[in-house]
C-alpha cells in the first residue's frame, strides 16, 4: 500500500479535461513538503510533468497543472489527446520515511 | 540530455544478490543526488536510496537492512546491491537523478528501466 493516495483510474474523451488527485498525511503533503508528477507512458521511462507542486518543466505542454491544498495535491489534464494515455504518479517527501514517497498510480484512459 | 542506462543481470534466485549499475552519460555524476526507484509487477513505485559523489547515502527503512548503493565517479557510474532476495524483490528498477530544493526533493531524469525477475 503506497503512502500517498490516488484513484487507480480516470478517464475523459478526447478534448475533455481530468483530475488526478493525491491524498498524503502530516508526514509528508501535509508538513509542507512539495509535491511532484511523473507521466508513465507504456514502454517509456517515467518522465518529470509537474514539479513544487505547480511547475511544468521545458517542453510540458500548458494543459497539464498542479496543485495543492492541505493534506492533498491535484493534477489537472485539460484537452486531453490520445498521448496522454498512460500511467501518472504522485511524488512527495516523508519526513517519517527521511526519504520520497509515491502514490500507487493512476491510469488515464482516453475513450 | 542527461541520459541513464540499467544494466545488469535478467535474473536472480532467491536468497542471492541482486546487482545493478546505472552509467550517466552527458553530465558529470559530481553533481546532484542518484537514485534507485522500483516498481513490482501491478504495483506503484518504491524509493530504494540514493548516493551522492562522496559516497554519502540515504536508504528506504523498509530496505535499508539489505540494501547498499555505492558510486564510481571514474566511470561516471553507480550501483545498487540488494542481498537475500525474495519474489517480492522482483519489479522494474530505475534509476535517476534526485534533484534536492528547499521542500522536498524529485527526480527529473530516469533511465528505461530493467525488469529483474527473481526465481530458481
Known amino acids: 500500500q503506497s503512502v500517498l493516495t490516488q484513484p487507480p483510474s480516470v478517464s475523459g474523451a478526447p478534448g475533455q479535461g481530468v483530475t488526478i488527485s493525491c491524498t498524503g498525511s502530516?508526514?509528508?503533503?501535509?508538513?509542507?513538503?512539495?509535491v511532484h508528477w511523473y507521466q508513465h507512458l507504456p514502454g517509456t521511462a517515467p518522465k518529470l510533468l509537474i514539479y513544487g507542486n505547480n511547475n511544468r518543466p521545458s517542453g510540458v505542454p500548458d494543459r497539464f497543472s498542479g496543485s495543492k491544498s492541505g493534506t492533498s495535491a491535484s493534477l489537472a489534464i485539460t484537452g486531453l489527446q490520445a498521448e496522454d494515455e498512460g500511467d501518472y504518479y504522485c511524488?512527495?517527501?516523508?519526513?517519517?520515511?527521511?526519504?520520497?514517497?509515491f502514490g500507487g498510480g493512476t491510469k488515464l484512459t482516453v475513450l | 540530455q542527461v541520459q541513464l542506462l540499467e544494466s545488469g543481470p535478467g535474473l536472480v534466485k532467491p536468497s542471492e544478490t541482486l546487482s545493478l549499475t546505472c552509467t550517466v552519460s552527458d553530465v558529470s555524476i559530481y553533481t546532484y543526488y542518484w537514485s534507485w526507484i522500483r516498481q513490482p509487477p501491478g504495483k506503484g513505485l518504491e524509493w530504494i536510496g540514493y548516493i551522492d559523489y562522496r559516497g554519502s547515502t540515504n536508504y528506504n527503512p523498509s530496505l535499508k537492512s539489505r540494501v547498499t548503493i555505492s558510486i564510481d565517479t571514474s566511470k561516471n557510474q553507480f550501483s545498487l546491491k540488494l542481498n537475500s532476495v525474495t519474489a517480492a524483490d522482483t519489479a522494474v528498477y530505475y534509476c535517476?537523478?534526485?534533484?534536492?530544493?528547499?521542500?522536498?526533493?524529485?527526480?527529473?531524469?530516469w533511465g528505461q528501466g530493467t525488469l529483474v525477475p527473481v526465481s530458481s
Open positions: 511524488q512527495s517527501y516523508d519526513s517519517s520515511l527521511s526519504g520520497s514517497v
Open positions: 535517476a537523478r534526485e534533484i534536492v530544493v528547499a521542500d522536498g526533493v524529485y527526480f527529473d531524469y
Open positions: 502530516s508526514s509528508n503533503i501535509g508538513a509542507g513538503y512539495d
